[in-house]
């Protein structure tokens, strides 16, 4: 089985913080107290990391505000139909890198389960803003 690399675009995020969450569930962060954003902000402010809260989930980094982040994946043929599949995303965040880090190898910062409503990739305070599927705002 061989990875393909594709590339899928940029996203942008104004407050310097990035979101990869479940789609399904990324408008009911308010209902369950503080919004994303917060939340995220606050990750962002110590690395990043997973967030959690009932069936919502987030990865979030910090990033950088002034400028497109280029996002690609790597695909693998689908076990079920051989059809391409993101296998993984990888993100360029237009940060430095720490003076210690291993700059040979990728930085994992997080997975999140398969959502049939997909991914959403964005900024922190954008993505307080989405729409749901029946078009109403969280």
Not at 108 to 125: E, K, N, Q, T, Y
């Amino acid at each position: 089985m061989s990875e393909n690399f594709v590339d899928l675009g940029k996203v942008t995020a104004p407050s310097g913080v990035l979101v990869l969450g479940m789609a399904g569930w990324i408008d009911h962060w308010p209902e369950l107290g503080r919004p994303l954003s917060v939340r995220a902000k606050e990750a962002a402010a110590s690395g990043g990391g997973h967030l959690r809260d009932g069936w919502c989930e987030a990865v979030v980094v910090p990033a950088a505000a002034d400028r497109p982040l280029p996002v690609r994946a790597t695909t693998s043929p689908s076990p079920f139909d051989e059809e391409p599949t993101i296998a993984t995303l990888e993100m360029g965040l237009g940060l430095p890198w720490p003076g210690n880090a291993n700059r040979t190898a990728p930085v994992r910062l997080g997975d999140l389960p398969v959502d049939r409503c997909g991914m959403v990739i964005g900024d922190a305070v954008g993505l307080d803003t989405w729409t749901g599927d029946e078009g109403e705002a969280g």
